[in-house]
């Protein structure tokens, strides 16, 4: 092990199983990244410059080890002709799911991420990144998982209802969703980017049953698709995903973020001692609302729970209105568990 590692070397050391000098900090920050850097959460969303910017100047305050191209769902939604309009203090907002009102998929068209403005600007982000950035740090590119974009594009409520009622479609409407992930993916690692997020926030919703019989084929032929790349892969469920992680056990991510609904311990028994956790103190609690002795204990209590194969996460998106000195408490160095230590 070097004496001290760039960001990047971090990272890689702990995926390959290796001692790294700390542990990888891997937040994910996005209004509070722009907020950081007197901007808003609308010009952050639409302009891959002022992203960029924001990431990287917090990981330079804060000590992060990964700058992301996360901002909001909608890339590839838009992608697939959804209107999107821009707020200045939340998120982008979806105006018409295009297959809400009809769920015809022959009026879905396949986006081209080179061409597709939302998606395009993603794409630009990493190149950006890997311009200013060089190999300092990871760099993390991002798609939707098929549940997420599936629900994005049908609507939440009548995709839930596809599960139940006509799977065949709901299985039909992921593959769509898989092509475009895995299209989009390639276009973001052809810029520079060596790790892939998937985020499949919905399918915490859905019974290990559905889960395993219908979304959990379409993670694994993207997942699949993705190692194929060579680049690293990270999954993103939001929520409470304990039933669902002996079929989550079964996709070979290499990095699976964990909410603070999920024992780390629970999570490393089902998934074994080859992957890489992340997570999970509570966001809002405990990050946002402190104090930073909290914050340091909480992290440091992770790490021993998940073993040797960590990184420093809160259990989702860091909280706008986070105190900047709670933020350094998370992300402060922490040596890493001993050897053998499997948290098993």
Same mark, same amino acid.
């Given at each position: 092990?070097?004496?001290?590692?760039?960001?990047?070397?971090?990272?890689?050391?702990?995926?390959?199983?290796?001692? $790294?000098?700390?542990?990888?900090?891997? %937040?994910?920050?996005?209004?509070?990244?722009?907020?950081?850097?007197?901007?808003?959460?609308?010009?952050?969303? =639409?302009?891959?410059?002022?992203?960029?910017?924001?990431?990287?100047?917090?990981?330079?305050?804060?000590?992060? !080890?990964? @700058? =992301?191209?996360?901002?909001?769902?909608?890339?590839?939604?838009?992608?697939?002709?959804?209107?999107?309009?821009?707020?200045?203090?939340?998120? $982008?907002?979806?105006? /018409?799911?295009?297959?809400?009102?009809? $769920?015809?998929?022959?009026?879905?068209?396949?986006?081209?991420?080179?061409?597709?403005?939302?998606?395009?600007?993603?794409?630009?982000?990493?190149?950006?990144?890997?311009?200013?950035?060089?190999?300092?740090?990871?760099?993390?590119?991002?798609?939707? #998982?098929?549940?997420?974009?599936?629900? !994005?594009?049908? #609507?939440?409520?009548?995709?839930?209802? !596809?599960?139940?009622?006509?799977?065949?479609?709901?299985?039909?409407?992921?593959?769509?969703?898989?092509?475009? #992930?895995?299209?989009?993916?390639?276009?973001?690692?052809?810029?520079?980017?060596?790790?892939?997020?998937?985020?499949?926030?919905?399918?915490?919703?859905?019974?290990?049953?559905?889960?395993?019989?219908?979304?959990?084929?379409?993670?694994?032929?993207?997942?699949?698709?993705?190692?194929?790349?060579?680049?690293?892969?990270?999954?993103?469920?939001?929520?409470?995903?304990?039933?669902?992680?002996?079929?989550?056990?079964?996709?070979?991510?290499?990095?699976?973020?964990?909410?603070?609904?999920? =024992?780390?311990?629970?999570?490393?028994?089902?998934?074994?001692?080859?992957?890489?956790?992340?997570?999970?103190?509570?966001?809002?609690?405990?990050?946002?609302?402190?104090?930073? /002795?909290?914050?340091?204990?909480?992290?440091?209590?992770?790490?021993?729970?998940?073993?040797?194969?960590?990184? @420093?996460?809160?259990?989702?998106?860091?909280?706008?209105?986070? %105190? %900047?000195?709670?933020?350094?408490?998370?992300?402060?160095?922490?040596?890493? $568990?001993?050897?053998?230590?499997?948290?098993?």
């Amino acid at each position: 092990m070097k004496a001290t590692l760039t960001s990047r070397e971090r990272y890689l050391t702990v995926l390959r199983g290796g001692q $790294p000098d700390f542990l990888p900090r891997i %937040p994910i920050l996005m209004q509070f990244a722009a907020e950081y850097i007197g901007s808003n959460y609308g010009a952050f969303a =639409s302009d891959h410059r002022v992203l960029v910017e924001a990431n990287l100047r917090c990981a330079a305050d804060f000590g992060l !080890d990964q @700058v =992301s191209t996360i901002s909001d769902p909608y890339r590839e939604t838009s992608g697939f002709g959804a209107p999107i309009e821009y707020q200045r203090d939340s998120g $982008p907002v979806c105006l /018409e799911p295009p297959l809400e009102g009809n $769920p015809d998929l022959v009026r879905l068209p396949r986006p081209d991420p080179m061409r597709a403005p939302r998606m395009r600007d993603r794409i630009d982000a990493v190149r950006l990144y890997r311009e200013r950035a060089g190999d300092t740090y990871s760099v993390l590119g991002w798609i939707e #998982g098929p549940a997420a974009e599936a629900a !994005d594009l049908r #609507g939440v409520s009548n995709f839930l209802m !596809d599960l139940l009622d006509d799977p065949d479609y709901a299985r039909d409407l992921m593959a769509r969703c898989v092509a475009t #992930g895995i299209d989009f993916a390639r276009a973001q690692v052809a810029a520079g980017a060596d790790t892939i997020g998937i985020g499949d926030a919905v399918a915490s919703q859905v019974s290990p049953q559905v889960y395993e019989a219908l979304i959990l084929p379409q993670e694994r032929a993207l997942v699949s698709a993705l190692r194929a790349m060579g680049v690293f892969v990270r999954l993103h469920i939001c929520g409470n995903i304990t039933h669902l992680l002996p079929g989550i056990a079964t996709l070979g991510v290499d990095i699976l973020d964990v909410d603070h609904l999920v =024992s780390l311990a629970v999570a490393r028994r089902a998934v074994g001692p080859a992957v890489t956790l992340a997570g999970n103190v509570d966001p809002v609690s405990c990050v946002m609302r402190g104090p930073a /002795e909290a914050v340091r204990a909480a992290i440091t209590a992770c790490a021993a729970a998940a073993g040797t194969r960590f990184m @420093v996460n809160a259990g989702c998106e860091i909280p706008a209105a986070t %105190p %900047p000195a709670h933020l350094r408490a998370l992300c402060a160095p922490l040596a890493p $568990p001993a050897v053998g230590c499997d948290g098993l």
